[in-house]
């Protein structure tokens, strides 16, 4: 009795036949999915240069410098509603 206390059995994990299917299934799709992604390239999708950027209307960077005429106005504007408060 007492050697077993001091060396028990090695704990013995069975594994269904189903689980280990389902591993060899999912090494083999990890295995084709990280061939794949050697494969894959990101395109360049990059535009043509604008100067202009943040001299346009709607850009957030002219919104944000407020020199264009249509943005230096809106600052005012909540300016001023920011004063009457």
Known sequence: MLPRVLFPQPYVVEVSKLRQLLDEAHLAWATEWKRQQLD????????????????????????????????????VV???GVLSI
């Open 40 to 75: 894959y390239r990101i395109e360049n999708i990059r535009f043509t240069h604008d100067p202009d950027w943040n001299k346009r209307i709607f850009s957030l960077q002219a919104a944000h410098d407020g020199k264009t005429w249509f943005w230096g106005a809106v600052h």
């Open 78 to 80: 909540a300016g001023w």
